[in-house]
């Protein structure tokens, strides 16, 4: 696949600078120059049109891309909840996010899938599983309903579930440890 050449966009490079008319060089998916393009490859006709850097959204939840309620009375499968992630993670991209942060809700294997490019969506950097304490923010199973009931209706690794806060404290915590990794990990 050669080059595109997209042609005559008013272009928002991010410096805070009024957006000026630009010629952009894409080549694999990649933008490679700013300004005169060559005469190979193909062009894209982009008069009166805005190109703005990708955006970034810092809180999303790609793991609750199906409805909550068919999660909890088991009426949609592993597979079902996948292809609605990855349909919401497409429908990001096409968005113009270029990169989320999952604050959590989803495994490594998205992760991977769409870095591998097996599946269309942005860069996705995971915080790891969601940290709930029972009764607090996220949780959705009854008080009466034992813990082990509404663990297992969530898929192994997406949720870490508590009836002690203080779990989330511990810096021994396995799940603390992984967040913590991957802060480390994006800041390089």
């Known amino acids: 696949m050669g080059p595109a050449h997209v042609v005559g966009a008013a272009v928002i490079d991010g410096s805070g600078r ?4 630009l010629d952009i060089t894409i080549e694999n998916g990649r933008i490679t120059q700013l300004g005169a393009s060559s005469a190979h490859g193909e062009r894209l ?13 810092a809180h999303v939840h790609l793991g609750l891309s199906s409805p909550i309620q068919p999660h909890f009375s088991f009426q949609i499968s592993a597979a079902e909840i996948a292809a609605d ?5 497409g ?11 999952d604050t959590g809700g989803i495994d490594g294997g998205v992760v991977t899938a769409i870095a591998k490019g097996k599946v269309r969506g942005p860069r996705v950097l995971s915080c790891g ?3 709930c ?7 959705y199973g009854a008080e009466w309903e034992p813990t082990e009931l509404w663990s ?4 192994a690794g997406l949720c870490a579930l508590s009836e002690d806060p203080e779990l989330f404290s511990d810096p021994t ?5 992984i967040q913590a990794g991957q802060i480390v990990k994006d800041l390089r």
């Open 45 to 57: 006709d982009a008069e009166g049109l805005t190109m703005t850097p990708g955006l970034i959204d």
């Open 129 to 131: 599983p969601v940290q």
């Open 152 to 155: 297992s209706h969530h898929l």
């Open 91 to 101: 429908a990001t991209l096409d968005a113009g996010f270029t990169t989320v942060r």
């Open 85 to 89: 992630i990855f349909a919401t993670a």
């Open 133 to 139: 304490q029972i009764g607090g923010h996220g949780y």
């Open 18 to 21: 009024d957006p000026s008319n």
């Open 173 to 177: 915590n396995a799940v603390l440890v």
